[in-house]
């Protein structure tokens, strides 16, 4: 996918996400954050999670859900603040109630959840392209399952 983006930081978040587009079809995309309310605090506030405690929920939330494959990219807001970009399969495609199902998981614990479904192959690939390859020198991306294969093709579905 063409980008308006300039330079090799460019073309690598463009490969990047026709790669992650091409390993078969992604259900789920969108955004998992904090609720600063229900955070520890000290005296300055409420304190954000470390990166790998971040990184910890991510996969408890994952194994919760019944996803099969996911990549999902940790970044962080301007404030400091943690939050998360998860692309996610889920096996025989999405079921109705699935986005309320994943999202209610993440925001029981956690914090807010928006969840949607991929429109096309060309959204899959911008959203790869710019949450998976950005801020990647502050954040982290986690592939899901920790082995194995997130290709369908690998997994026998296509």
């Known amino acids: 996918m063409p980008s308006e983006r300039r330079g090799s930081t460019a073309a690598i978040a463009d490969a990047w996400g026709e790669w992650i587009a091409g390993l078969g079809e992604w259900h789920v995309f969108g955004g998992l954050t904090y609720d600063p309310a229900r955070r520890r605090t000290d005296e300055r506030g409420p304190v954000p999670p470390g990166a790998d405690v971040v990184k ?3 996969r408890a939330w994952l194994r919760q859900s019944r996803a099969e494959a996911a990549v999902v990219a940790l970044e962080y ?3 400091g603040w943690p939050h998360l970009h998860p692309l996610v399969r889920l096996p025989g495609g999405i079921r109705r109630g699935d986005l309320v199902e994943l999202g209610q998981s993440w925001f029981s ?4 959840a928006r969840l949607e479904l991929p429109r096309s192959r060309t959204d899959t690939c911008a959203y790869a392209s710019k949450y998976l390859a950005k801020d990647l020198d502050r ?3 986690i592939f899901w399952p920790p082995r194995g294969s997130l290709s369908s093709h690998q997994l026998g579905l296509r």
């Open 56 to 58: 910890a929920h991510a």
């Open 77 to 79: 807001q301007k404030n």
């Open 139 to 141: 954040g982290d991306v």
């Open 109 to 112: 614990h956690h914090g807010y």
